[in-house]
């Protein structure tokens, strides 16, 4: 029995708070043992008031810690104030009690009159978009998607030009190619190639094959200009070559007349729009490439 009264009547101990010194606020309870003839139900009393004192301590421990959490400047000990002095228990207590202010709400401001009038136009204008959607997409499909896309202006390159003729019993393939820079005319070569029977049109294709040789041989030895003439079985090729910035127009002409043959006669730096339009004129296919 004597040690169940020693181990309830022992001295609680009370946590003190880290930023500042706390006394003991409570006496210890002597630690004695029961005299004799002490009932039961003092040993009990004692335990009682022991518990009691216990709770008390432990409550006003975590009134302690609950104040040190709220920053206050009472529990301030870096700004000067003397570390060795204790806090009041019960004051700490109403502090730590204490509610946090609120943050004020902030102030409900109407919008402007400019971003009303805004907001009413930006619907306007979606309602009248939904309304005239039909005639915007024709008028899309019409101006915007059917437009043709813009052709590459070519300013130097070679104007191609062909044009095939059909006789009773020939076929002859034209082939005209004028070479430019800045549009202006530099060379061109002629191509023709006859074709025939082989049999019935042999008289034919050699005519025209004496007659390139008659041109070749009156221009070979002038400059500027260049006669190659092949013969096969039904078939005639012929090219003429000019540099125009080389060539005597007089000579040569002379050279064509002499042969029995007519001269396709061009001017060095001629503008070649106006040789495509005579090209046109006559029937010819051109298109100019770089």
């Not at 007089?250 to 001269?263: L, P």
């Amino acid at each position: 029995m004597n040690n169940d009264v020693n181990n309830t009547n022992q001295t609680p101990n009370v946590n003190t708070v880290p930023t500042t010194a706390v006394p003991a606020t409570q006496p210890a309870v002597p630690t004695t043992t029961a005299p004799v003839g002490v009932t039961s139900e003092t040993t009990n009393l004692t335990s009682v008031s022991a518990a009691i004192a216990n709770a008390k301590a432990e409550s006003d421990r975590k009134a302690l810690e609950a104040a040190q959490s709220v920053e206050r400047p009472e529990f301030t000990t870096s700004a000067g104030i003397n570390t060795n002095s204790s806090i009041d228990i019960n004051k700490a207590k109403e502090l730590a009690k204490v509610p946090t202010v609120p943050k004020p709400e902030k102030e409900y401001k109407a919008p402007s009159k400019a971003k009303t009038g805004a907001m009413i136009f930006f619907f306007i204008c979606i309602i009248a978009f939904i309304v005239f959607l039909p005639e915007i997409e024709s008028f899309i499909r019409l101006n915007v998607l059917s437009k043709p896309p813009e052709e590459e202006v070519i300013t130097s390159g070679t104007l191609v030009c062909t044009l095939e003729d059909n006789t009773a019993n020939l076929t002859i393939e034209r082939t005209r190619e004028f070479a430019f820079t800045d549009n202006k005319l530099d060379s061109a070569k002629f191509t023709t190639v006859t074709k025939g029977d082989s049999v019935s049109d042999e008289e034919t294709l050699n005519t025209t094959y004496e007659k390139c040789r008659s041109i070749k041989e009156g221009t070979d030895s002038l400059t500027g200009v260049n006669i190659t003439c092949v013969q096969e079985e039904g078939k005639v090729h012929t090219t003429e070559s000019f540099d125009f910035s080389k060539y005597d127009s007089e000579k040569v002409s002379a050279a064509y007349t002499e042969a029995g043959a007519s001269m396709l006669e061009y001017d060095y730096q001629t503008n070649i729009d106006d040789i495509m339009t005579n090209m046109l004129r006559s029937e010819f296919n051109c298109e100019k490439q770089k």
